[in-house]
C-alpha cells in the first residue's frame, strides 16, 4: 500500500492518466496525491475516472492556478477528511489496528503564502493524539545543502518560518533515497518535496522508506513512501482486430492505400491486408508498451545525468522524446478505450 505524491504541473494532458496508471501498476500505489494540477471541473472528473484508483478528493485548481488531489484504493485504504483547503488535505487513516494522520502538503511559492500554511499545520499538530505524517512539496528547504545554485537568501525564500515549523512540532524528516533534490529549474536545484513525521509514526512504520524517482514531465520529481521492506503474459493466438491506434502514425494511411490497391479479389484482398497490416505493426507502428517502456528508460537515464548539470543537448534529446511519450501515451488511451468497448 505504497503512497506517491508529485507536484505534476498540469493534470490535463490526454496522456497523463495512462502515465499515472503505469506509476499505480509499477510501484503498487494505493494513495496517489498530485499537486498543481491547473484543472478543475468536468475536466478534472473525466481525468480521475480514467485513473485506477476508485475513491478521490479533490481541491479544484483556482482557474489555471493550484489544485491538490488525493485519489485511494478503498481495498487498502481506509479514511476520514477532516479538514482541507488550497494548501493540504488532512486524513485519518483508518487502516490496521492504530490509526493515524497524514497531512497531504502543496504550499504555495509565495513565502508571505505559506505563513498561514504553517499556522494551520501548527493548530493541527496541537490536536493531533497519534501518529502524524505530513508529505508533498513544502516550496522550503530545512538546510542550505539542500539547495544548488541561485543566490536568494534563505530569509527571504522563507526557510526559516519553515525550519522553526518543523522545530515547534518537533518533527523528523524521514529521509530519502535516489537523487539529492526534487526540484529543477535551469542551473538550479532544491529538495522541495519530502515527507515529515512525528516520532510515534516513526515507531509505527519502522520500515517506511522515500525513494525521490526520476522527474517526469514537471520540474518536480515524483516522491514514494514505501511502508514495508510481475509480468502479464498472454496466451494462445489471436484473432485480427484493426487497432484505431493505428490511425495515429503518419505513415498508415498510405500503407493501407497502397496495401488494398491490389489485383486479387475481394476475400483475397482482404487477406493479404490483414497480413500485411500484421507485419507493418510488427515492422513499424512496433509494441506500444515495450516502446513506452524504452522511452521511459531512456528519459530516466537523461534525468539522472541532468542532475548532474545542465547539458543544452540532453535537455533538447528530453524534449524530443517527451513528444515521442505524449504520442505513445495517446496511442495507448485509443488501445484501452477500444478494447474496453470490445468487452461491452
Known amino acids: 500500500m505504497n503512497l506517491l505524491t508529485w507536484n505534476c504541473r498540469g493534470a490535463g494532458s ?11 501498476k509499477e510501484y503498487n500505489i494505493g494513495m496517489l496525491c498530485l499537486m498543481e494540477t491547473h484543472i478543475s471541473g468536468e475536466k478534472a472528473l473525466r481525468v480521475i475516472n480514467r485513473i485506477s484508483l476508485d475513491k478521490s478528493f479533490l481541491v479544484h485548481a483556482n482557474g ?53 500554511l504553517w499556522n494551520d499545520l501548527s493548530r493541527i499538530g496541537n490536536l493531533i ?14 538546510r542550505p ?40 529549474r535551469g542551473p538550479v536545484f532544491e529538495r522541495l518535496d519530502r515527507s515529515l513525521a512525528s516520532f510515534d509514526w516513526r515507531i509505527l512504520f519502522p520500515e517506511a522508506s522515500l525513494t525521490h524517482l526520476n522527474p517526469l514531465k514537471s520540474d518536480h520529481a515524483p516522491i514514494l513512501v514505501k511502508f514495508s521492506s510481475g509480468c502479464y503474459v498472454r496466451s494462445g493466438r489471436r484473432p485480427f482486430r484493426f487497432e ?22 475481394w476475400s483475397l484482398r482482404i487477406d493479404h491486408t490483414k497480413g500485411a497490416l500484421k507485419e507493418w505493426n510488427k515492422a513499424t507502428f512496433g509494441n506500444i508498451f515495450h516502446a513506452k517502456h524504452r522511452l521511459l528508460r531512456r528519459l530516466n537515464g ?24 505524449d504520442r505513445i ?16
Open 64 to 116: 489555471q492556478a493550484g489544485g491538490l488531489w488525493c485519489l485511494w484504493d478503498s481495498r487498502q485504504w481506509h479514511l476520514d477528511i477532516l479538514e482541507n483547503n488550497s494548501q493540504f488535505i488532512h486524513l485519518k487513516i483508518l487502516n490496521g489496528e492504530k490509526p493515524w494522520y497524514c497531512t497531504l502538503v502543496y504550499a504555495s511559492p509565495q513565502p508571505q503564502g505559506r505563513i498561514s
Open 129 to 142: 493524539d497519534g501518529p502524524w505524517n505530513l508529505i508533498g512539496d513544502f516550496n522550503a528547504v530545512l
Open 244 to 265: 484505431a491506434a493505428w490511425l495515429t502514425h503518419d505513415s498508415f494511411s498510405a500503407f493501407l492505400k497502397k496495401q488494398w490497391n491490389t489485383h486479387y479479389n
Open 329 to 344: 501515451l495517446v496511442q495507448e488511451e485509443i488501445f484501452w478505450l477500444q478494447k474496453s468497448r470490445c468487452k461491452m
Open 145 to 184: 545543502y539542500e539547495r544548488s545554485g541561485g543566490s536568494v537568501s534563505a530569509s527571504l525564500r522563507g526557510d526559516t518560518a519553515f525550519r522553526e515549523f518543523v522545530n515547534k512540532c518537533q518533527l523528523l524528516d524521514i529521509g530519502y533515497n535516489g537523487a539529492p533534490f526534487t526540484w529543477r
Open 302 to 325: 537523461i534525468a539522472r545525468e541532468l542532475l548532474k548539470g545542465p547539458n543544452h543537448y540532453l535537455e533538447r534529446l528530453q524534449a524530443e522524446l517527451w513528444t515521442s511519450l
Open 14 to 24: 490526454r496522456g497523463f492518466s495512462s502515465l499515472m496508471n503505469d506509476l499505480i
